[in-house]
Every structure is written in C-alpha cells, then in structure tokens.
C-alpha cells in the first residue's frame, strides 16, 4: 500500500463535459494525507511543496476512475445468456439464477468475485442491484466493504410476477430492507444503501408507495427500472391501466426525486422526459444491454435537449462486461453514427458522478476532490508516427474509447489508496 501524501506524475486527461476534456502530457496530481487532490496540473506549473513529495512516475494515462451506474450483482454469471428478448430472458435465465444465492457460499464467491471484476476493470463507484435475500445481500455488502470501492447496493425487492423462491411479503420486504439501510448506510463514507423495486411489473402499488416513504425516511437513494422495451411496456399498461405512463406510476408512489437512478428509460415520451427533468431524476444508458437484449436505440439527442443527468451503466448480466471501455463503445455503436469520444467518457466518469450527486467528491481530477483514479495504458504507435506528447485530448480520449482492452488497466485508486495493480502474468 502506497503512503499518503505522494504526487504521481504522468499524462492526465480528465474530463469536464461531453465537449471538454482537460489533458496534461506532462501532469502532476498531488494527493493529500486524507486522499484528496492538492494539485492537479503541468509538472512545471506545480508549487514548490508539491514537487518535494515523494514521487511515483507513469507512462499510462491518468483518468478518473469509471462510474458505472447500473449493475447486478446476482446475474454476473448469467453474462451472453443468449436468446430472448427481456421478460423470457427473466423468466429463463435471470430468475433461476438469483435463485442460487439462497445458498451463502455461492452468495459470497459470486460477490467477491462481482467487485473483484469491477476493480480490475477501472470502476471506483457503482451502482449496484443486490440479491433478493436477505442473507445475500448482507453478505454482498460486506464483500462490497473488503472491497474498498465506493458503492450504491440495495436489496432487491420484488412481491409479485416473480418465482415463488423469490417473493416476499410487502412487510418483509420493507423490514429486511430497513434492516440493511440502519447497518451499511453511509458505512465508512463509500458504502451507500438504494431502495431497491425491481421494476413495476414485479411490485404492487403498495410495495412502490412504501420504498418511497423508505427512501425518505432514512435519505437513501432509489433504483429501479422502466421503459426498456416494448413488450415490458405493454406488461405495465395490463398491470397499471390508470397510470399515463410507465414513470407516472413511479411518481405517484413518490419514487422520482434527485436521488433516483432510473435504468434505460429508451421508449420514453416527450411527457415522461418532462417528468425526469422536473423530478430531477438521473438516467443509467446500458448500450450494451440494449444491443444484446434488442431492446432498442437510446434517444441521446432528446436527452440532450434537457437538463437530464446521464450515466452509463454496464448493466451485467444483460451487459456482457463490466468494462466500461467497451461501454463506452457500445454507447456510440448503439447510436448507429460516429460518436466523439469525449461523450462516453464524459459519461462514465464526471457524468456519472453528476447523476449520483457526488461531483463534489469525485468524476474528475480537481483540487479538493476524492483522489478515485485509473492509469490505462495506451499503445504507442499512432497515425503520422505521433509520440505521445504530440497527441491532443480528442485523440487520446479516441485511444481510450475505442482501443483500450482490460489487459490495458494498469493501476485503480480510491481515495489516493492503490487497491488494484497489474500484474504480468508471463512474467
């Protein structure tokens, strides 16, 4: 473990908007002895009491660790469950699946294995669905705390449409909720609890009214799903005939707020967009769910148009990776046109971050933010036989998108603690 304070030294590129991206060939990031940035800029612009700390030296590039916005912890060995579109991919794979974790042991492998993966693949902060039970999702979070990450878990709640083995009773399913939220919310300042309805076709009214009324009581935040595909959207109209919409049913039960992250939201209308805009709720975008699924095209333009936060979520175990490079590529790939490299990696960092409230602390690397952050290392050889040094951000950031592979992760931090680094296995 590395001893705080140090400054590592090396090319930065961080983000700032889906245009804007600072980018320092030769930069300096200090880190304080509480694991925040004391400087962040040009080796020769960098004060004197910077330049005395002791030193690490990298030629990979120094990024912000990735936000990954939508996950689940329970299918991430259900990952290229081929075939189907969404509720027969459900029904088939996905509840089978987390039928398993009613077994500790593989509870706890398939955990440590989860975070594991999302450290080696650059992630610091995610967002995470955790099993129904009980027992499972204790145990995801203290596999989340051994794993030092920041991370978003909730309980899984479901109370109808579902397999038998899965469902609670409404009360239940409240109580264990309540249960996790007094022991592992604001644990330790990275974990964070979300009241967790899967989606409306598996809660009733009832169990969507009082996850709301959970969430406000003790300030957590809110996950959960709409308007995925067209098949589920017809399943919600059979199921809520008064509501207007998918997301009217959401905010009647009082679930759309600033701290609600709302996966997908792809066949959305002009009035819903409206909604998320006045609600302040953020979208998770999972192109790569969405290609493997059929689900369909995310309307960025239109989510563009407003004041709509957005992150990008792998979404595993409908995303086949937890690496958010190949995120970021399915994002362009899912929008069927070239897409300029800084929106998807604006999107998984500082976006991200943005759409949890937490652009205070990280996204970015700022004086006076959390020192989260991913060396990657690039290929030398480029176009016009181009160093390094003489690439802009555009072409760095179009390196990162599009060539990186997860061999290419080379060290994670959070906090200015090093908790991944790679190791060579032919050496």
Not at 68 to 78: E, G, N, S
Request: net charge negative; charged share 25%; proline share 5%.
């Amino acid at each position: 473990m590395n001893a705080l304070p140090f400054r590592l030294s090396g090319p930065i590129l961080s983000p700032q908007s889906p245009s804007e991206c600072t980018w320092y060939p030769s930069g300096t990031l200090a880190i304080g002895e509480h694991g925040r940035i004391l400087f962040c800029g040009p080796c020769d612009t960098a004060p004197e009491d910077i330049r005395t700390l002791p030193a690490i030296t990298t030629d990979d590039i120094i990024l912000p660790g990735f936000v990954d916005l939508h996950t689940h912890l329970p299918q991430y060995d259900a990952r290229g469950k081929f075939g189907v579109t969404l509720l027969e991919w459900l029904e088939r794979f996905i509840y089978p699946e987390e039928e398993r974790f009613a077994d500790e042991e593989s509870a706890r492998d398939i955990s440590r294995r989860f975070f594991r993966a999302l450290l080696q693949a650059g992630t610091t902060t995610a967002f995470v669905y955790a099993p129904v039970q009980f027992r499972a999702a204790w145990v995801a979070f203290e596999e989340a705390e051994r794993s030092r990450l920041r991370v978003v878990l909730g309980k899984t709640q479901m109370d109808r449409n579902a397999p038998f083995s899965l469902l609670e009773s409404t009360h239940d399913s409240l109580r264990d909720a309540e249960r996790l939220i007094e022991a592992w919310h604001r644990k330790n300042g990275r974990l964070f609890y979300a009241v967790t309805p899967r989606f409306a076709p598996t809660c009733t009214p009832v169990l969507l009214r009082r996850c709301a009324l959970l969430a406000e009581r003790h300030g957590t935040f809110i996950q959960t799903h709409a308007n995925e595909s067209l098949a589920e959207i017809a399943r919600v109209r059979e199921l809520f005939p008064q509501a207007s919409s998918y997301l009217d049913i959401y905010a009647n039960a009082g679930l759309l707020c600033e701290r609600t992250i709302i996966a997908h939201n792809i066949h959305v209308s002009d009035d819903d967009l409206a909604l998320c805009e006045r609600t302040r709720c953020a979208i998770a975008h999972c192109p790569d769910s969405n290609l493997f699924l059929g689900s369909g095209r995310f309307p960025l333009e239109r989510y563009a148009e407003r004041d709509i936060r957005i992150g990008l979520g792998s979404d595993v175990g409908a995303g086949t990776t937890l690496f958010m490079p190949q995120i970021m590529r399915s994002m362009a790939w899912v929008q069927q046109r070239s897409l300029h490299p800084f929106i998807p990696l604006y999107h998984a960092t500082a976006g991200g971050a943005a759409a949890l409230g937490r652009e205070c602390d990280t996204g970015t690397l700022e004086k006076g933010k959390c020192a989260d952050l991913v060396t990657i290392r690039v290929d030398g050889h480029f176009s016009g036989g181009k160093t390094l040094e003489k690439l802009s951000a555009v072409e760095i950031a179009s390196a990162i998108v599009y060539r990186t592979q997860p061999c290419d992760i080379r060290s994670v931090w959070v906090e200015g603690e090093r908790l991944y680094e790679y190791q060579d296995e032919k050496r």
